[in-house]
Nanobody, 118 residues
């Protein structure tokens, strides 16, 4: 099992910045990627950004150039730096871990609310 604990989030004005953190514990060896998903009211959950064990990253088109995902392997922590936030970024953000055997994001954090006011 892998446990994911998120922190950060909150309320920010348009154009502002926030940083989310996610600390992983447990069977870390079983995962090969960490990602951030988000879900806005009435919408499907979508992948925002992900980073693999060897540092490769990918981003949703809607956040490219504004969000940056990074990881601190020593702390087993992944971060999502969000800049130039827009009201449409408002959502609950979830940290997720991908199992190396199934290549499926099987482990999830509790979620962090991000609200961007206009």
């Amino acid at each position: 099992q892998v446990q994911l604990v998120e922190s950060g989030g909150g309320l920010v004005q348009r154009g502002g910045s926030l940083r989310l953190s996610c600390a992983a514990s447990g069977s870390i060896f079983a995962i090969n990627a960490l990602g951030w998903y988000r879900q806005a009211p009435g919408k499907q959950r979508e992948l925002v950004a992900a980073i693999t064990s060897d540092g490769r990253t990918n981003y949703a088109d809607s956040v490219k150039g504004r969000f940056t995902i990074s990881r601190d392997n020593a702390k087993n922590t992944v971060y999502l730096q969000m800049n130039s936030l827009k009201p449409e970024d408002t959502a609950v953000y979830y940290c997720a871990a991908r199992h190396r055997a199934t290549m499926v994001y099987e482990y999830w954090g509790q979620g962090a609310q991000v609200t961007v006011s206009s």
